[in-house]
Nanobody
């Protein structure tokens, strides 16, 4: 089991920044990547960023590329999502997920471990 806990969500104005944290991916043989997904109200869940642990390869969705940065601190078992230049369309519940995947952005159904989410609300 890989318990994941997200934090850092909140309400900010458009153009602002937030940093999300995901604690708990640990050193598990069943995890080679940690991803952030988001689910806007009334829409499907989408992957926004992923980091492959150890090697550090990162991938982003086109909608956040250049604005969001994913990073890891293995000593703290924490993955961060730094979000800048936030837009109203970034409003969503953000989830941290971990699992095994080959490369690039994983599908949500490929992730074995999920946090409960943290809410990000951007006002224009």
């Amino acid at each position: 089991q890989v318990p994941l806990v997200e934090s850092g969500g909140g309400s900010v104005q458009a153009g602002g920044s937030l940093r999300l944290s995901c604690v708990g991916f640990g050193d598990s043989d069943s995890v080679n990547c940690v991803a952030w997904f988001r689910q806007p109200p009334g829409k499907e869940r989408e992957g926004v960023a992923v980091i492959y642990t150890g090697g550090g390869a990162t991938y982003y969705s086109e909608s956040v590329k250049g604005r969001f940065t994913i990073s890891e601190d293995t000593a703290k078992n924490t993955v961060y999502l730094q979000m800048t230049s936030l837009k109203s369309e970034d409003t969503a519940m953000y989830y941290c997920a971990a699992g095994l995947y080959a490369s690039h952005m994983p599908r949500a159904d490929a992730m074995d471990y999920w946090g409960k989410g943290t809410l990000v609300a951007i006002s224009s």
